[in-house]
């Protein structure tokens, strides 16, 4: 489509006022009105237009050439391949949309270092609450130009910048004491923030007294070299933003030392791993914190006792996600203890090396959240029903099983769950890499009804293994009607004869359902199975 947009010639990229506002018959709503291609005749008199219906035609036939609909009040043109001679038509269109709320041009690459093309105009826009610029190869310029025109859209609330390395290295300070009171949201996602940038994002956090997220995820430089003050500016920056909800620190290269300034810990940080009792004096001051991700971090017994004795200040906190930390199965009842039950939506456990004494704890919780996680436990085998006893009904929106051993049995258990209506809610099924249960217990599961909501199941095997599904695909074959909002089907390393092939491929497609199989029918296959048995049954 880029070298289609190139090839264009320079009548073709202008916008052509004969062709631009011709409303139907006066809506009084511009954008409900499509510009029209065919060629004015001069015997046919037209109204005469106002400038405001002539600009919005131009706005109409600018966005149709890059595939996109008008709208007054956002204005998105990510993954459009604009080029500099876009971005000065489009500055020289926002005069015509003062009712302009949300800018998005991410994903634009061909348009760094030409920014101030469209920053000059911003002033025409000044009631914009969102501007996403993530991925367009700024350079520190762009950047300063943009801090020049955050004054002109005092309404800002939501500035995303992500994707863009030229923000990192000191352009960043070009933002400083421009971005205005009413930011609610900062996006900097990879943007090779060093820590020489943690010392300018301090200042520029400590003047947003209304942000609620910090998104600073991916910027692996950001945590280094502690010693130079950078991260311990920031780290103290938080203390100005009591409306801080989202912290993201994720994959950035934090160290204990760094939670000795940071009063918070996000997950992917593995080195953080005995450094956690630094959070002690410091966490149960975030009284307001709603999620806790420290999955991934190699949390030692210490980390995970100092931990525990927090949780119970942390009144708001509705999902804790320890999982991917091996030493977490041992203190599952005193975590559950810890916590607010009665509020927990997700407590995933994952690759956590649960107990039997694990389990048992945490069929405490089970009755509250909306999603339970225990892939990867081997110890779930056989003891399935523990956990679905303490299910309520209509609760529960995801259960993932994957890689825990289940049994013929385990799966008879989740079936007589599916009758009795515990399930009724449930959205997503993960029962993946469980290739000991028989295939009496695939009937079960499938013949028991009671998934009407679910829209993801998952069956598959584990990598380099296999096995035949023919005694109970006919099962599943006539479940899926019950399954009216099923999108996704995943059946990895089943395998089955080309007819039994032809009928599951069938059933999924006349009902638009995602198949993920490796044996999927070739065309020649196909043709042949048509050709012996004429037309499927439903």
Same mark, same amino acid.
């Given at each position: 489509?880029?070298?289609?947009?190139?090839?264009?010639?320079?009548?073709?990229?202008?916008?052509?006022?004969?062709?631009?506002?011709?409303?139907?018959?006066?809506?009084?709503?511009?954008?409900?009105?499509?510009?029209?291609?065919?060629?004015?005749?001069?015997?046919?008199?037209?109204?005469?237009?106002?400038?405001?219906?002539?600009?919005?035609?131009?706005?109409?036939?600018?966005?149709?050439?890059?595939?996109?609909?008008?709208?007054?009040?956002?204005?998105?043109?990510?993954?459009?391949?604009?080029?500099?001679?876009?971005?000065?038509?489009?500055a020289s269109l926002l005069q015509f949309l003062p009712q302009l709320e949300e800018l998005?041009?991410?994903?634009?690459?061909?348009?760094?270092?030409?920014?101030?093309?469209?920053?000059?105009?911003?002033?025409?826009?000044?009631?914009?609450?969102?501007?996403?610029?993530?991925?367009?190869?700024?350079?520190?310029?762009?950047?300063?130009?943009?801090?020049?025109?955050?004054?002109?859209?005092?309404?800002?609330?939501?500035?995303?910048?992500?994707?863009?390395?030229?923000?990192?290295?000191?352009?960043?300070?070009?933002?400083?004491?421009?971005?205005?009171?009413?930011?609610?949201?900062?996006?900097?996602?990879?943007?090779? $923030?060093?820590?020489?940038?943690? #010392?300018? *994002?301090?200042? /520029?956090?400590?003047? @947003? =007294?209304? %942000?609620?997220? &910090?998104?600073?995820?991916?910027?692996?430089?950001?945590?280094?070299?502690?010693?130079?003050?950078?991260?311990?500016?920031?780290?103290?920056?938080?203390?100005?933003?009591?409306?801080?909800?989202?912290?993201r620190f994720q994959a950035c290269g934090l160290t204990p030392d760094c939670l000795q300034?940071?009063?918070?810990?996000?997950?992917?940080?593995?080195?953080?791993?005995?450094?956690?009792?630094?959070?002690?004096?410091?966490?149960?001051?975030?009284?307001?914190?709603?999620?806790?991700?420290?999955? $991934?971090?190699?949390?030692?017994? #210490?980390? *995970?006792?100092? /931990?525990?004795?927090? @949780? =119970?200040? %942390?009144?708001? &906190?509705?999902?804790?996600?320890?999982?991917?930390?091996?030493?977490?199965?041992?203190?599952?009842?005193?975590?559950?203890?810890?916590?607010?039950?009665?509020?927990?939506?997700?407590?995933?456990?994952?690759?956590?090396?649960?107990?039997?004494?694990?389990?048992?704890?945490?069929?405490?919780?089970?009755?509250?959240?909306?999603?339970?996680?225990?892939?990867?436990?081997?110890?779930?085998?056989?003891?399935?029903?523990?956990?679905?006893?303490?299910?309520?009904?209509?609760?529960?929106?995801? $259960?993932?099983?994957?890689?825990?051993?289940?049994?013929?049995?385990?799966?008879r258990h989740l079936a007589e769950a599916l009758r009795q209506g515990c399930l009724s809610?449930?959205?997503?099924?993960?029962?993946?890499?469980?290739?000991?249960?028989?295939?009496?217990?695939?009937?079960?599961?499938?013949?028991?009804?009671?998934?009407?909501?679910?829209?993801?199941?998952?069956?598959?095997?584990?990598?380099?293994?296999?096995?035949?599904?023919?005694?109970?695909?006919?099962?599943?074959?006539?479940?899926?009607?019950?399954?009216?909002?099923?999108?996704?089907?995943?059946?990895?390393?089943?395998?089955?004869?080309?007819?039994?092939?032809?009928?599951?491929?069938?059933?999924?497609?006349?009902?638009?359902?995602?198949?993920?199989?490796?044996?999927?029918?070739?065309?020649?296959?196909?043709?042949?199975?048509?050709?012996?048995?004429?037309?499927?049954?439903?």
């Open positions: 489509m880029s070298q289609i947009r190139r090839k264009r010639s320079a009548s073709d990229r202008k916008p052509l006022g004969r062709f631009l506002s011709r409303t139907s018959d006066q809506t009084g709503i511009p954008e409900d009105a499509e510009p029209e291609s065919s060629d004015p005749s001069p015997a046919v008199s037209a109204p005469v237009e106002s400038k405001q219906d002539v600009g919005w035609g131009r706005v109409c036939v600018f966005l149709q050439k890059l595939g996109k609909k008008a709208d007054s009040r956002t204005l998105s043109l990510a993954h459009c391949d604009l080029t500099a001679t876009d971005l000065l038509e489009l998005d041009v991410s994903w634009n690459e061909l348009i760094g270092g030409s920014l101030r093309a469209l920053t000059s105009h911003l002033q025409q826009v000044g009631g914009v609450r969102t501007l996403r610029l993530s991925s367009c190869r700024l350079s520190p310029e762009d950047v300063s130009a943009l801090g020049e025109a955050l004054s002109c859209i005092p309404q800002l609330e939501i500035l995303d910048l992500s994707w863009n390395s030229g923000v990192g290295g000191g352009a960043l300070q070009g933002l400083l004491g421009k971005l205005l009171p009413s930011a609610r949201e900062l996006h900097l996602v990879a943007c090779q $923030l060093t820590t020489a940038d943690a #010392a300018a *994002l301090g200042g /520029l956090v400590s003047a @947003l =007294p209304k %942000l609620c997220l &910090l998104d600073v995820s991916c910027n692996p430089q950001l945590g280094q070299e502690v010693d130079c003050g950078g991260f311990r500016v920031l780290a103290a920056s938080f203390s100005h933003t009591s409306s801080l909800t989202t912290l300034d940071l009063d918070l810990d996000l997950s992917c940080n593995k080195c953080l791993s005995g450094g956690l009792t630094c959070l002690a004096p410091h966490l149960a001051h975030l009284t307001h914190l709603e999620i806790l991700d420290l999955h $991934l971090c190699c949390l030692t017994p #210490a980390d *995970l006792e100092a /931990l525990i004795q927090v @949780l =119970p200040s %942390l009144t708001a &906190l509705v999902e804790l996600d320890v999982s991917s930390n091996k030493e977490a199965g041992g203190v599952v009842l005193q975590l559950v203890s810890a916590l607010q039950l009665t509020q927990m939506r997700r407590l995933p456990l994952s690759s956590c090396r649960l107990t039997q004494e694990s389990l048992t704890a945490l069929a405490l919780a089970v009755p509250y959240l909306r999603s339970l996680d225990v892939s990867w436990c081997k110890v779930v085998g056989a003891r399935l029903q523990l956990l679905l006893d303490a299910l309520q009904p209509s609760v529960i929106m995801e $259960l993932r099983l994957c890689s825990c051993e289940l049994v013929t049995d385990d799966l809610s449930l959205r997503l099924l993960d029962l993946s890499y469980n290739g000991s249960v028989g295939d009496d217990g695939w009937s079960a599961l499938l013949a028991a009804g009671g998934l009407g909501s679910l829209e993801e199941l998952d069956l598959s095997l584990r990598p380099l293994s296999s096995a035949p599904c023919s005694g109970w695909l006919h099962v599943l074959l006539a479940a899926l009607p019950r399954m009216p909002a099923l999108a996704r089907l995943a059946m990895q390393r089943w395998s089955v004869g080309p007819q039994e092939r032809r009928q599951l491929e069938y059933s999924t497609r006349s009902r638009r359902i995602q198949l993920d199989s490796d044996q999927n029918l070739s065309g020649s296959e196909w043709k042949e199975a048509d050709q012996e048995e004429g037309q499927p049954e439903e």
